[in-house]
């Protein structure tokens, strides 16, 4: 299993984004969690398999309808703290 941080900037909160993210991560097997930032930004903290978190990845970049996904920067992070599901924070 491994790990990856997202931050994906954009118009990306209010749009239904963190909602759409999780109902993806649940749907591919991933656990971590995803929260809006105070820039406007969305951080997703997500861990499985390497394929599974390149299908979020690609997805993230697009997001939901309503979103305007201007960018998505990828890192691999030890997540010492991942729930055994996939949720949203809130700050």
Not at 33 to 56: H, K, P, T, Y
């Amino acid at each position: 299993m491994i790990c990856k941080r997202f931050l994906v900037t954009g118009r990306v909160q209010g749009v239904y984004f963190r909602q759409s993210t999780l109902d993806v991560a649940r749907e591919l097997g991933l656990t971590g969690w995803c929260r809006n930032l105070a820039d406007g930004s969305v951080e997703v903290c997500a861990c499985g398999d390497e394929r599974a978190l390149n299908q979020l990845g690609a997805w993230l970049h697009k997001g939901p309808p309503a979103a305007n996904v201007k960018g998505v920067e990828c890192a691999l992070v030890e997540m010492m703290d991942a729930p055994g599901d996939f949720s949203i924070r809130h700050a």
